[in-house]
């Protein structure tokens, strides 16, 4: 390999080009956020293909989310210039990763997943029966966890939670479908029982040769023993972390498995990254102060800033969640309509065209990251008042209300008529039939070669009027009109049918639906995205207009990996963050990552927001790094309140 200087090649320092050109099997980068780590990542698997000789179709790398798969194939593409050498990567989630494992053995429609709103359908009928007290929520959460090889420590019954996760288990047998955390478990099995000559022959093992994995720290044990099984047989495995960013502890990860690769990957080299080029110097000290007070696990981690200074961190003091809404709304609307014509002349000057669209903000540069997608609601009632467009991502309440549910299993259906699952749970959920009726028709079905076509000739041989809400519906009717659009339009297009056909205009969940519809071209991805994605890949529009000029509206947990020039944290409230909630548990370290994730994913201004008792997270950060400010007047509060919301 020839000695190319860092600086030329991808633009990294040097402890960045040790992590990427090193030559060691096993290599671990853990480094603090905004280090660099994802762009190291992106840079290794440029260096393997262009210096290394390696065949793009050898990497696997593993990313949290979709959306962060699809930013890394894009960055790729432009490395390359070229498409077919990124598109012969396996880029994705473990879960998308490992459906596309199974898809290439088993062919893609015969695997039917079962979205996690029909899987707690199904639960809540066993709970039923069998007469528990749990909520199948909570339920859910144990049967995964179970799963996830790690056992739930609520004060539920061992007994009970076995013998519901064995009912379940052969419930979603009998309907042919695998739950999310089953895609995984399946691959597994397949990797540690299959001997090796088995992988070789399906060509698996070649494409994990290089397997990389980002954001290491959230790994559960499935995954945990996935990289194991899949690292074994490869010739490199690199995996970048931060176990000061481990926030999933509450569905099995645990930052402790950098320790177990350690031990698992004995010849393993240790990259430090310890420059943070994402925040100004007051953000990094801030965060710093914070995330030193964790109570486990002093470590000799450093991190230091290279941007020059910025401004201090903002304290906003508000009366309570509205007034603090209605300070980012006031603030936002200053940010955005602050710079005038001058300002925007002199910018223009000074910093010529090229750059000067860097230093004038927009909406999207701005991101409100809260704690509970809850806290949501009231800062969407202010933006639509004030005309600030926006996005909210996340998995929220409105997608399991029923009406929505009902659309996505019907839709989910008609793309793919083996899925037999999702026929009998759309008509079990419609009562469009009696039990007996649907017994028959999925018979018949099941024999048939399972079209919408043959599925039409066996629901015609039967003839049974259909009635729903006191109106005839005609089932055959809507499989028609829907199968010929639904591979043509507009996903918004066929939802707003959906919404006209079934009277469910003016239903607050169908809306936010279609406002999701609207950031989709494809009826398949839309769909595939709601019942696949992460939290964070599902992302719902402000307005019925799509743009791509919003301010981000997310969770903490959302915004892991992001970075966004200017950060608002609203509800710092002890009580919040740390969030005390019993059907969450509650772990104030962990809270203190998140705390820690929140406030580094600022680039330039960090303003945190809190009302009542403050976090007591608040007080870990020097005074002399804070301004205080105090929100508002009460009495102005109301007048707005007044004026704008109730008009
Ligand atoms: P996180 O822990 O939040 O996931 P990270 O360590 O993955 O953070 P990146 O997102 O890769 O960090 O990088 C943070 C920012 O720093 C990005 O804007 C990136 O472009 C920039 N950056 C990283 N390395 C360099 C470098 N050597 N020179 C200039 N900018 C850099
Ligand atoms: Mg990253």
């Known amino acids: 390999v020839e000695i190319v200087s860092p600086d030329i090649l991808y633009g990294l320092n040097e402890e960045q080009w040790k992590a990427v050109s090193s030559s060691e099997p096993a290599i671990a980068v853990i480094a603090g956020p905004g280090t660099g780590k ?25 990313t949290f989310t979709n959306k962060a798969a699809k930013e890394m194939r894009l960055r790729l593409e432009k490395q390359f210039e070229s498409k077919r050498i ?97 895609i995984l478990l399946e691959v597994l099995q397949e990797f540690e029982n299959r001997n090796t000559e088995d992988i070789l022959d399906k060509g698996l093992e070649s494409s994990f040769s290089y397997l990389l994995v980002d954001e290491f720290q959230d790994i559960n044990e499935i995954q945990y023993r996935l ?64 995330i030193a007070k964790k109570a486990e696990g002093a470590d000799d981690r450093s991190l230091d800033a290279k941007r020059e200074s910025g401004s201090k961190i903002r304290l906003i003091e508000a009366r309570d969640g509205f007034s603090e809404a209605l300070f980012i709304t006031k603030e936002i609307n200053r940010i955005i309509g602050g710079i005038d014509m001058i300002d925007a002349h002199a910018i223009l000057a000074h910093h010529g065209k090229r750059n000067a669209e860097k230093h004038i903000k927009g909406f999207s540069d701005i991101a409100v990251l809260y704690r509970t997608n809850r806290q949501a609601e009231i800062l969407e009632q202010c933006f639509i008042k004030e005309g600030i467009q926006y996005v909210v991502v996340g998995r929220d309440e409105f997608l399991s209300e029923k009406p929505v549910r009902e659309a996505i299993t019907f839709f989910k259906f008609l793309l793919n008529p083996e899925d037999m699952a999702s026929l009998l749970l759309y008509l079990k959920a419609e009562n469009i039939y009696s039990e007996d009726f649907n017994r028959k028709l999925m018979e018949d079905y099941a024999l048939s070669e399972k079209s919408i076509a043959s599925l039409i000739r066996v629901m015609e041989g039967v003839q049974l009027p259909l009635y729903k809400q006191g109106q005839p519906v005609n089932f055959i009717e809507m499989l028609k009109k829907y199968q010929s659009v639904i591979s043509k339009e507009k996903p918004y297009k066929i939802i707003e049918s959906w919404i006209s056909d079934n009277s469910l205009s003016g239903v607050k969940s169908m809306e936010m639906l279609l406002n999701t519809a609207i950031m989709h071209s494809e009826m398949s991805s839309f769909i595939q995205n709601l019942v696949l994605g992460r939290e964070s890949d599902i992302v719902r ?36 963050i740390p969030l005390r909630n019993i059907s969450h548990g509650f772990d104030t370290e962990e809270e203190r990552r998140l705390f820690y994730v929140a406030m580094t994913r600022a680039r330039d201004e960090l303003i945190l927001l809190t009302s009542s008792k403050p976090s007591p997270f608040i007080a870990d950060i020097s005074e002399e790094q804070l301004i205080r400010e105090n929100a508002f007047e009460q009495k102005q509060v109301l007048e707005y309140k007044q004026v704008s919301l109730f008009d």
């Open 38 to 62: 994802t762009k190291t990542l992106v840079s290794r698997i440029s260096y393997l293909v262009e210096k290394c000789g390696v065949l793009p179709s050898q990497i696997t790398a593993v």
């Open 86 to 182: 990124a598109g012969a990567m396996t880029i994705g989630t473990f879960h998308s990763i490992c459906l596309q494992v199974l898809s290439r053995e088993r062919g893609r429609n015969s695997i039917n997943i079962i979205d996690e709103y029909n899987a707690l359908s199904i639960i809540e009928e066993i709970i039923k029966d069998m007469k528990l007290k749990i909520s199948p929520r909570e339920a859910l959460r144990e049967i995964s966890l179970l799963k996830n090889g790690t056992s739930g420590e609520g004060d539920n019954k061992k007994s009970d939670i076995d013998a519901l996760y064995d009912l379940y288990r052969s419930q979603l047998k009998g309907y042919g479908v695998m739950d999310y955390d089953d």
């Open 227 to 290: 990289i194991k099984e899949w690292g074994r047989k490869c010739k490199n495995i690199f995996i970048i972390g931060d176990p000061d960013q481990s926030i999933y502890g509450f569905r099995g990860s645990d930052f402790r498995y950098f320790e177990r690769f350690k031990n698992d990957f004995p010849d393993i080299r240790q990259v430090r990254l310890t420059k943070n080029y994402r925040s100004t110097p007051e953000i990094v000290a801030s965060a710093k102060s914070v």
């Open 541 to 576: 529009s402000g307005s019925k207009v799509y743009s791509q000029d919003a301010v981000s509206l997310m969770t903490i947990h959302g915004s892991k990996g992001l970075e966004f020039p200017i950060v608002f944290i609203t509800g710092v409230n002890d009580g919040m």
